[in-house]
């Protein structure tokens, strides 16, 4: 089956600074690729995605870029804000079956 | 606006005991999942579902079984509940295979 994996575990930045997450994928045949956010105590919630036909998806401080040929994605979040930090999962979908990634912490210093 | 639905939210189980996690959607989405969340290893799927009375197994469905009667609920069954069971159990559903997947708030699980 599909094995997403992710890194950095963990990512410190200063407010204001950018952030980027990254993630790699192992089956050619995943064709949608969200990103997802996770607040303690709460379920994730979808800030991103990003489906095999397009290179690259911007919304607002967020972007994420596929290159389908090295199969990984990354997550870039500029601006960063201390309400930026949770935890990221990013995911792979093939047919219905969604695998996700070990995720990151991410901690935005004022 | 419910969305997605968890009952119970918490439980404590001992080993050896049975019991059922209900998930329901009032979206009217085909897709259908259970995952389950542990310290530094992310969401990982136990089974899903494609539509009603499909289910199909996850990367760790051993210990598990699933049925999916209705459309708008997915349960979760464990027979025999385990120590390494012991986890947050989140449902999931989207409309269809590459849409948005909505999760429940989750349901915590501990096996003594």
């Known amino acids: 089956g599909e094995n997403v994996e992710q890194h950095p575990s963990t990512l410190s930045v200063q407010e204001g600074d950018s952030a980027v997450i990254k993630c790699t994928y192992s089956?050619?045949?995943?064709?949608?690729f969200p990103w997802y956010k996770q607040e303690l105590g709460k379920g994730p919630q979808l800030i991103i995605d990003?489906?095999?036909?397009?290179g690259e998806k911007k919304d607002q401080r967020i972007a994420v870029t596929l290159n389908k040929t090295a199969k990984h994605f990354s997550l870039h979040i500029t601006e960063t804000q201390p309400e930026d930090s949770a935890v990221y999962f990013c995911?792979?979908?093939?047919?219905?079956?969604?695998?996700f990634g070990a995720g990151t912490r991410l901690t935005v210093k004022p | 606006n419910a969305g997605v639905t968890q009952t119970p939210k918490f439980r404590v189980l001992k080993t050896g005991q049975s019991m059922t996690l209900l998930c329901a959607q009032d979206?009217?989405?085909?897709?259908m999942y259970w995952y389950r969340q542990d310290p530094g290893m992310g969401l990982r799927l136990i089974h899903y579902?494609?539509?009603?009375?499909?289910?199909a197994k996850g990367e760790v469905p051993d210990g598990y079984n699933v049925s999916r009667l209705k459309k708008q609920n997915f349960l979760l069954g464990l027979e025999s509940a385990a120590p390494s069971q012991t986890s947050v159990y989140f449902c999931?559903?989207?409309?269809?295979?590459?849409?948005?997947?909505?999760f429940g708030e989750g349901s915590w699980l501990t096996v003594v």
């Open positions: 999931a559903s989207t409309r269809q295979s590459g849409n948005t997947i909505y």
């Open positions: 089956d050619s045949a995943s064709n949608y």
């Open positions: 990003i489906r095999s036909n397009v």
């Open positions: 579902s494609v539509g009603e009375g499909t289910t």
């Open positions: 979206m009217n989405h085909e897709y």
């Open positions: 995911a792979a979908s093939k047919a219905g079956d969604m695998r």
